[in-house]
């Protein structure tokens, strides 16, 4: 509706503009034709639906030519390189795989989730040992940190709050994996 009132309005002002510049060219210049006033229709309003429309047609597989590129946006000659539409064409993508899979033992997990665990250091092998230990006694997330922040009060926080949470992940990892195989 907006649109249509809109267009309305331009057009009462092109044919205003247009009657004004007829006149002025007959007082001045006697029975000649005269130019035409055009408002600018701003194409900014609908460009981003419009890319988007072509966005998801593009994603479904339809091509466009650089005709329709250079028409729908304006575009000139030169402003695209036209190029073998095969080199843009992209791989079929694989079917969704919505199959179970085995369940794996949780040492293999815990073996490929901490690589570097052989490579850590003397701070960070005590630490970690500490954070086993604790965890081993049913001690919460903020006793942890607070005894560990304690015994090596030279760490930095971001570095202990990283190997807390990589061994808190790995013990709950292990529970869920454990849990679900009594229960297989």
């Not at 919505?98 to 901490?114: K, M, Q, S």
């Amino acid at each position: 509706m907006t649109d249509d009132i809109r267009d309305a309005d331009s057009r009462i002002v092109e044919d205003t503009f247009n009657r004004l510049i007829e006149w002025v060219v007959e007082l001045n210049f006697g029975n000649v034709s005269a130019p035409k006033f055009e408002l600018f229709e701003n194409e900014e309003s609908g460009t981003k639906e419009r890319a988007e429309c072509d966005k998801t047609l593009a994603d479904s597989g339809v091509r466009f030519t650089p005709q329709y590129w250079k028409r729908t946006y304006g575009l000139e000659d030169g402003d695209i390189a036209e190029t073998d539409a095969a080199a843009f064409r992209q791989p079929a993508k694989p079917p969704a795989d919505f199959a179970e899979h085995d369940h794996t033992d949780a040492g293999l997990i815990i073996d490929t989730l901490a690589p570097d665990a052989g490579r850590l250091n003397a701070q960070g092998q005590a630490l970690t040992a500490a954070l086993v230990n604790e965890i081993q006694k049913g001690e919460t997330q903020d006793n942890i940190l607070d005894r560990l922040a304690e015994a090596f009060p030279n760490m930095d926080d971001a570095d202990l709050q990283n190997e807390l949470a990589r061994v808190l992940f790995l013990s709950e990892l292990v529970g869920r994996i454990e849990a679900s195989g009594e229960l297989a």
